[in-house]
Structure formats: structure tokens, C-alpha cells
């Protein structure tokens, strides 16, 4: 790269996706070392991370931080798995492709489960789940997602822990695209068990998983595990010890997730986060609609993290030619994943602003120009 030429990042698209998302300048930079993962800067670096993500979700005093590599689903799979015993069973919450997924973590892992569907734009009934638990003694676990990625909703995650506290069972949520954006609070919605990832909603780089743990309820997890590298139990105990992981740290992921941290505290927390999230998501929906496109959900239902848009009726619409045009303009939009209706997803989390946001429009509006459709309208 000569002198002259602007540095790589600054050519990088927006990513408009539910992950990888985009990262700032700052926690980029903070992986330009190599440290050993014994080396004392280092675990000192990883104890802070996690004290922080357990204060994130209030649980100081009640749960521990236990982080793993891989991707967000590592997380979730190693929670399930260390979590429900062999002998426990699992309500499954379901209305979208997150929900599905446990659901098929836990037929691998061999656990037992019922599951409470819904459509994609349509959360769990509180009454349903309370009916449910009532019918099945047998159950243990209920398993829920907090924001379902697949179409952007808002789970009725107080109503979901109160009717399972009620009925004295345990529950544990994939917040994996709300934490750190979406209010939750330990003290006030009781859980069990709370997954997210280094890379969503707190701006990290991908490559680690984590979960915020019921330290009482962990403490009766030893052998539950069906993986030794996913037993949640083992890493906890193995880095109370000493401070270490027990395999492979991802330590640049871990002090770029440290300089994340840092500037999600700098921006005021989760409500400084659900504030820039919430304007993002709010020029993004009503610029779209000036543009004739129709969301999946109404905007009660609509949580501040990725928008569905139903596909335009326009024949002269073609998705493929309009993700190519957007992404030649510098932003990333996201395909739709839905059953219900065809449709596309354009997300508002990651290092993305008001700027960003309008320019996105921008540029949808000149490809819709180019392509000659005149309205988005389904
Ligand atoms: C992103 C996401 C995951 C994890 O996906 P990975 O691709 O494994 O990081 C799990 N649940 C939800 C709700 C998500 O949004």
C-alpha cells in the first residue's frame, strides 16, 4: 500500500446484515498484537471482558461469564448441552430459524423436547406457555429466543420469564442479537442462562460465544455436557483456576471485544446502544416507506436490530440485481430466510449511523431509478 492510497478499512462496504457486522477503526486496531495466553496483560484483559458482560446483564453476585470460541452458535450449543441433563426436557419456543436451530442442537445433543410454535410474525401466546407447562410436568428447561433474527421481532421476553418462574421451571434465552442493545436485567427477569456473541449488538469481531450463567445452577452441571469442547462446566471451573482458557484463546478477538466494550461504556450502555439503534431503524423504515416498501411487522412487533421487507411486486424487481447494485454502492443488505412471505432484511446494528443510514437510502432509491420500478410495494 503506498503512501497515497487510503487505508483498506476505509474501503470496506456498510455491512447491513445480522452478522458479521461492522466494527469501528478503534477496535479494529486493537488486535495489531500478538500476546500469549498466559501472559498476565492478557487474562487480565479476558477477566475484565467477562466481569463486564455479567454487569451488562445484571448479574453481578448471581451469575458468572462463561465465554468459547466460535461463533454464536458454539454458545448456544454448548449452553443447551451443559445446561439441560440428559435426564431434563426443553420447551422450545419457535417463530423463526433461531428457535429451529436449538430445537436441532438438542436432537443432536440426544436431549428430550416439546416445542410451542408460531408463525414468523407472530410471538409465543403468554397463556399458551403457561397452558403448556401446566400439561407436562415432565418439562424443565423452557428455551427461548429474545429478538428473532429470521424476521427481526420482539419476543415478550419479562412475560416468558415470569410465566416459567411461576411454574418453578428454568429458562434460557438466545439474546444473541438483542444483548447489549435490548434492556434485560438478571435481577428482574430471572433466567438461567443467557447466550450472545462478540459480534452483534456489542460491536466486537466474530470468533467468540458466551453465556451469562446462574452460577448456583452451573455448579450442578458437572458431566451434563455431551462435547468436552463445549462443557460450559469445565471452562468455568478450568478459568476460575487460573485465569485461563483450556484450549486456544481467541485473544485477538478477546482485546478487539475489550475496545468494544470500552466504547459501548463511552456511549452510555445498552440505552446509549438502543437509542443509535432505534434512530437507525427508524430513518431506515420511514425512508423506505416513502419509497412504497411494506415491513413484515408492525411497529410494535419491531425490534431496533433488522428490518423485513416484503419483497416488491414490481416485476421489474429483481433481488439479485438490486443486492449487486446496493453492494457496488458500498452497502451489504441481507436476503430474507422467511416461510411466511418473500422477503429481504436490512439490519441497523454494527458501528452504523444516522450518516450511514441515509446514504443506504440513497442508494436504494438510485438502483430503483436504474431499474425503472417505481414503487417497493409488495
Ligand atoms: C446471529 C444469531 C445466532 C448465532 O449465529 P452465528 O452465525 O452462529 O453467530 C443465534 N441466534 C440468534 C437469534 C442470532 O441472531
Request: glycine content about 10%; some cysteine.
Amino acid at each position: 500500500m503506498t503512501e497515497s492510497e487510503p487505508p483498506l478499512a476505509s474501503k470496506d462496504p456498510w455491512l447491513l446484515t445480522p452478522g458479521p457486522l461492522t466494527t469501528s477503526a478503534k477496535t479494529k486496531q486493537a488486535m495489531l498484537h500478538d500476546w500469549g495466553s498466559r501472559d498476565a496483560a492478557f487474562t487480565e484483559t479476558n477477566r475484565r471482558v467477562r466481569d463486564r458482560l455479567v454487569a451488562i446483564a445484571g448479574g453481578v453476585g448471581s451469575h458468572v461469564c462463561v465465554p468459547v470460541q466460535g461463533s454464536g452458535t458454539f454458545a448456544v450449543e454448548a449452553t443447551l448441552g451443559t445446561l439441560i441433563a440428559k435426564n431434563d426436557k426443553a420447551l422450545v419456543l419457535i417463530n423463526g430459524a433461531y428457535g429451529s436451530r436449538m430445537a436441532k442442537i438438542l436432537d443432536y445433543a440426544g436431549r428430550a423436547y416439546t416445542t410451542l410454535e408460531t408463525p414468523e410474525d407472530t410471538p409465543p401466546g403468554l397463556d399458551d406457555l403457561d397452558a403448556a407447562l401446566k400439561a407436562d410436568a415432565a418439562i424443565t428447561h423452557v428455551v427461548c429466543v429474545y429478538c428473532e433474527t429470521t424476521s427481526g421481532i420482539l419476543n415478550p421476553i419479562a412475560g416468558i420469564a415470569r410465566i416459567t418462574a411461576d411454574n418453578g421451571r428454568r429458562l434460557i434465552i438466545d439474546a444473541m442479537s438483542a444483548f447489549g442493545a435490548l434492556p434485560i436485567n438478571a435481577a428482574e427477569v430471572p433466567f438461567d442462562a443467557l447466550m450472545a456473541s462478540s459480534n452483534k449488538c456489542l460491536e466486537g469481531v466474530p470468533g467468540m460465544g458466551f453465556a451469562i450463567i446462574r452460577q448456583s445452577a452451573l455448579e450442578k452441571c458437572k458431566g451434563n455436557a455431551h462435547a468436552l469442547s463445549l462443557d460450559l462446566y469445565d471452562q468455568w471451573l478450568a478459568m476460575e483456576k487460573n485465569g485461563q482458557w483450556r484450549f486456544t484463546p481467541p485473544t485477538h478477538v478477546i482485546c478487539a471485544f475489550d475496545a468494544a466494550l470500552e466504547q459501548f461504556d463511552a456511549e452510555g450502555g445498552v440505552e446509549g446502544r438502543n437509542a443509535r439503534y432505534a434512530a437507525n431503524g427508524k430513518i431506515l423504515i420511514s425512508g423506505m416507506r416513502e419509497l412504497g416498501f411494506e415491513t413484515l411487522l408492525a411497529d410494535d412487533l419491531q425490534a431496533p436490530i433488522i428490518i423485513t421487507f416484503k419483497m416488491p411486486a414490481d416485476p421489474k424487481f429483481d433481488f439479485q440485481a438490486f443486492y449487486d447494485a446496493l453492494a457496488g454502492r458500498g452497502y451489504v443488505i441481507y436476503p430474507g430466510k422467511l416461510t411466511v412471505a418473500p422477503s429481504f432484511r436490512i439490519g441497523c446494528i454494527g458501528h452504523l449511523d444516522a450518516k450511514v443510514m441515509n446514504g443506504a437510502l440513497d442508494a436504494i432509491r438510485e438502483t430503483l431509478t436504474e431499474m425503472g420500478v417505481e414503487s417497493g410495494a409488495a
